[in-house]
């Protein structure tokens, strides 16, 4: 995977995993120039309308992590699906957030990781099992 150290890296990852996704079926447009939870909104595979979260990480983990306080802000957000997609160099494991597994902890970790912040707090994450994913893919970034 490609060192992601500025947003506009971040963007044009987010939009060539769009293009991918939209070539196994879903029918997403990327949201990520604005600020927001999720970084794409459309229809996901059974046709119904879904949001997606990108996380991309320049290592791989056993478990994939996703904030508490943003998995929160995604079930906020009405609509019928609402999803989170981790990628690391091993592939894209997408999580059904209506529906996942899950194990809380907290953890000090960067404030933002994107810019590789050194500054740590305290964060309430969620552990997801890889087995839980919806989907996943193999691309490799």
Not at 42 to 55: A, H, P, V
Not at 59 to 69: C, P, S, T
Not at 94 to 103: A, G, H, N, P, Q
Request: net charge negative.
């Amino acid at each position: 995977m490609h060192t992601a150290n500025s947003i506009e890296k971040i963007h044009e990852l987010e939009q060539q995993l769009v293009f991918l996704l939209n070539l196994d079926g879903w029918k997403l447009n990327w949201t990520g120039e604005d600020y927001s939870h999720y970084d794409a909104m459309g229809l996901d595979l059974n046709g119904e309308s879904c949001i997606i979260e990108f996380k991309f990480r320049n290592e791989a983990y056993i478990d994939k992590m996703l904030e508490v306080y943003k998995y929160q802000a995604l079930l906020d957000v009405d609509i019928a699906k609402r999803y989170y997609a981790v990628i690391d160099f091993k592939g894209c494991w997408v999580f059904d957030l209506d529906s996942i597994e899950y194990t809380s902890q907290t953890i000090n970790s960067p404030k933002q990781s994107i810019f590789r912040d050194n500054n740590k707090v305290e964060k309430d994450v969620m552990m997801l099992e890889k087995s839980s994913a919806y989907k996943r893919y193999h691309y490799n970034f």
